[in-house]
Nanobody
Framework: QVQLVESGGGLVQPGGSLRLSCAAS????????VGWYRQTPGKQRELVAS???????FYADSVKGRFTISRDNAKNTVYLQMNSLKPEDTAVYYC?????????????WGQGTQVTVSS
């Protein structure tokens, strides 16, 4: 069984920063990609940033230049550094893991962490 545990969300003022963490545990043979998504009520979950096994990163236009995705392979942890936060960044942020495990290629979601940007 694989688990993803997210942390780092909270309340921050506009212009502030937060760092989200996503720690994976369990039987993971290799990782294809890890992504951070976000969702607000009544809207579809959207991809914010992702990083592939080869280290290639992707960012949504709305966060380019402000957010940075990184990973620590030794800790099986992926981070999302969020700077210059705006009220429109308020959402529940989810980590997604695309990996190879005991039963082949799998896709897991974390439980989500709330980020609120407000003065």
């Amino acid at each position: 069984q694989v688990q993803l545990v997210e942390s780092g969300g909270g309340l921050v003022q506009p212009g502030g920063s937060l760092r989200l963490s996503c720690a994976a545990s369990g039987t993971i043979y290799s990782i294809e990609a890890v992504g951070w998504y976000r969702q607000t009520p009544g809207k579809q979950r959207e991809l914010v940033a992702s990083i592939s096994s080869g280290g290639r990163s992707f960012y949504a236009d709305s966060v380019k230049g402000r957010f940075t995705i990184s990973r620590d392979n030794a800790k099986n942890t992926v981070y999302l550094q969020m700077n210059s936060l705006k009220p429109e960044d308020t959402a529940v942020y989810y980590c997604n893991l695309d990996f190879h495990g005991r039963t082949g290629r799998q896709n897991y979601w974390g439980q989500g962490t709330q980020v609120t940007v407000s003065s």
